[in-house]
């Protein structure tokens, strides 16, 4: 890269659970691999950090700022992100931002993957027998500790041992122990824990606890933190810096952030007045607003601050002649949709089960199955195909645009859900019930295809703009 400009690492959701000093040398190793001023700003410290740091690259005569995001796409601190940039641009004139995209969930597993493979061949594991524990701290947003089970689920499809799983490092559940124990179970000899942990102490503890739950399970245990200064993840890090470096302006990031979920920047008290924008911000603002707006059906579209973020109550079950449940008589409204801020349908994340679930009981898997795939043709009409992976119920959306738009709302209503093409993938086990577990799918499932409607309505319907 022939011209010259400053780059800003800053660590969103799961990347702020590194230390501090971690990011910050990641960034001096940033700044000696691009040969350019490179520097940290974190989200919950004072505008004003930001700012000077923005100021101090104008000094050294760099004019274009590459923002480069620590993490993925997470939904609240993007626009967080964006609301920062906004307000540097308003204290230091003539500085063009090009933010670059945040590594992909699918970069992240396969550094990970990297690190696991490199770590198990120096422990002297034979891999087949090898299992993976990623620990992390949990939080009270469901959204947030999904990340965990996400990079897990990817990793077991990567790597060649018993499934990977994961753990929280704290009040939060699945807690060690029980992520070991589950290893173990499926096979696993030896146990690698890739921690996400950003503290020398937890690291400590952790591997106490761990070494007394293996012992009586006769599996070893071996601990590993990745480094943020690892090759592998510099080379993709410098990637995006680069490719970062071709995005027209900050613009472009309020077009992707409008992508998200978290709309409490436009609403209420944390909405900047119009007095304290330039018209310049308030254009990009006014953008950002339509663009989500687009996002959402029409009973959502600027209504952000009317959302309600408690439950209507559970739907009880209701059943006909044959002693079947009616899943097409259940509801007759929904709680508001969690993708515009309402409550999510549970509390915690449903995940697919592993294969040696479904292998283990496969007479009550296939039973599962059969009433998931009743309901969701009851409650949608959408035609179902056989996963060729067992733990999923195949469902055909209408179109890619419909998996793209069900798969983001299905999420966020904290029921797991995987897209091919046209296709959503959503969890099924062998003890999943139906007063529960089977609920909770062909909820979020007919929740989610009714507000679609609403949305798909919206964008057709020529009386709108």
């Given at each position: 890269?022939?011209?010259?400009?400053?780059?800003?690492?800053?660590?969103?959701?799961?990347?702020?659970?590194?230390?501090?000093?971690?990011?910050?040398?990641?960034?001096?190793?940033?700044?000696?691999?691009?040969?350019?001023?490179?520097?940290?700003?974190?989200l919950d410290d004072p505008v004003e950090s930001a700012i000077s740091l923005v100021q101090s690259?104008?000094?050294?005569?760099?004019?274009?700022?590459?923002?480069?995001?620590?993490?993925?796409?997470?939904?609240?601190?993007?626009?967080?992100?964006?609301?920062?940039?906004?307000?540097?641009?308003?204290?230091?004139?003539?500085?063009?931002?090009?933010?670059?995209?945040?590594?992909?969930?699918?970069?992240?597993?396969?550094?990970?993957?990297?690190?696991?493979?490199?770590?198990?061949?120096?422990?002297?594991?034979?891999?087949?027998?090898?299992?993976?524990?990623?620990?992390?701290?949990?939080?009270?947003?469901?959204?947030?500790?999904?990340?965990?089970?996400?990079?897990?689920?990817?990793?077991?499809?990567?790597?060649?041992?018993?499934?990977?799983?994961?753990?929280?490092?704290?009040?939060?559940?699945?807690?060690?122990?029980?992520?070991?124990?589950?290893?173990?179970?499926?096979?696993?000899?030896?146990?690698?824990?890739?921690?996400?942990?950003?503290?020398?102490?937890?690291?400590?503890?952790?591997?106490?606890?761990?070494?007394?739950?293996?012992?009586?399970?006769?599996?070893?245990?071996?601990?590993?933190?990745?480094?943020?200064?690892?090759?592998?993840?510099?080379?993709?890090?410098?990637?995006?810096?680069?490719?970062?470096?071709?995005?027209?302006?900050?613009?472009?990031?309020?077009?992707?952030?409008?992508?998200?979920?978290?709309?409490?920047?436009?609403?209420?008290?944390?909405?900047?007045?119009?007095?304290?924008?330039?018209?310049?911000?308030?254009?990009?603002?006014?953008?950002?607003?339509?663009?989500?707006?687009?996002?959402?059906?029409?009973?959502?579209?600027?209504?952000?601050?009317?959302?309600?973020?408690?439950?209507?109550?559970?739907?009880?079950?209701?059943?006909?002649?044959?002693?079947?449940?009616?899943?097409?008589?259940?509801?007759?409204?929904?709680?508001?949709?969690?993708?515009?801020?309402?409550?999510?349908?549970?509390?915690?994340?449903?995940?697919?089960?592993?294969?040696?679930?479904?292998?283990?009981?496969?007479?009550?898997?296939?039973?599962?199955?059969?009433?998931?795939?009743?309901?969701?043709?009851?409650?949608?009409?959408?035609?179902?195909?056989?996963?060729?992976?067992?733990?999923?119920?195949?469902?055909?959306?209408?179109?890619?645009?419909?998996?793209?738009?069900?798969?983001?709302?299905?999420?966020?209503?904290?029921?797991?859900?995987?897209?091919?093409?046209?296709?959503?993938?959503?969890?099924?086990?062998?003890?999943?019930?139906?007063?529960?577990?089977?609920?909770?799918?062909?909820?979020?499932?007919?929740?989610?295809?009714?507000?679609?409607?609403?949305?798909?309505?919206?964008?057709?319907?020529?009386?709108?703009?």
């Open positions: 890269m022939t011209s010259k400009s400053g780059t800003i690492v800053i660590p969103v959701e799961f990347g702020t659970q590194w230390n501090r000093s971690d990011i910050i040398s990641l960034a001096t190793a940033l700044e000696t691999r691009l040969g350019q001023a490179a520097g940290v700003c974190f690259f104008v000094k050294k005569g760099l004019r274009r700022i590459v923002v480069l995001p620590l993490g993925t796409s997470r939904l609240n601190e993007s626009l967080r992100l964006a609301r920062m940039l906004l307000a540097i641009r308003e204290a230091v004139s003539d500085v063009h931002f090009h933010v670059a995209a945040p590594l992909s969930w699918l970069e992240w597993t396969d550094w990970l993957k990297q690190i696991a493979t490199e770590s198990t061949v120096q422990a002297g594991y034979e891999p087949s027998t090898a299992g993976l524990v990623v620990v992390g701290h949990g939080t009270r947003d469901p959204i947030a500790n999904a990340d965990l089970p996400r990079i897990a689920y990817l990793l077991s499809r990567e790597l060649p041992g018993p499934s990977a799983t994961y753990a929280f490092w704290n009040e939060a559940r699945p807690g060690v122990s029980r992520a070991i124990t589950h290893a173990a179970k499926e096979g696993a000899r030896h146990v690698l824990i890739v921690t996400w942990l950003g503290d020398g102490e937890s690291h400590a503890d952790l591997e106490r606890e761990s070494l007394e739950v293996a012992r009586p399970l006769g599996v070893s245990v071996s601990l590993v933190s990745p480094s943020l200064v690892h090759p592998s993840l510099l080379d993709r890090l410098s990637s995006k810096q680069q490719e970062g470096c071709s995005d027209a302006s900050l613009q472009l990031y309020l077009e992707f952030v409008s992508q998200l979920k978290n709309v409490e920047l436009l609403a209420g008290k944390n909405r900047v007045s119009e007095a304290e924008m330039t018209p310049e911000a308030a254009r990009e603002l006014e953008e950002l607003d339509r663009k989500l707006n687009s996002m959402l059906p029409p009973e959502y579209q600027g209504q952000y601050e009317s959302v309600a973020p408690t439950s209507m109550g559970t739907a009880g079950l209701k059943y006909d002649s044959d002693g079947n449940v009616a899943w097409d008589e259940i509801w007759t409204s929904f709680c508001d949709l969690a993708l515009a801020g309402g409550p999510p349908h549970r509390g915690t994340l449903l995940e697919a089960v592993t294969a040696a679930e479904v292998l283990a009981e496969p007479e009550e898997y296939r039973a599962v199955v059969r009433e998931i795939e009743r309901g969701i043709r009851m409650v949608t009409g959408l035609p179902l195909i056989t996963s060729r992976s067992p733990g999923w119920v195949g469902v055909i959306c209408e179109s890619e645009e419909m998996a793209v738009w069900l798969m983001r709302a299905i999420i966020v209503e904290n029921v797991m859900v995987r897209r091919e093409g046209d296709i959503l993938y959503l969890p099924a086990g062998p003890r999943f019930t139906v007063k529960r577990e089977i609920k909770n799918v062909i909820t979020a499932i007919a929740k989610t295809v009714h507000y679609w409607k609403a949305h798909l309505f919206a964008q057709r319907d020529p009386r709108r703009d």
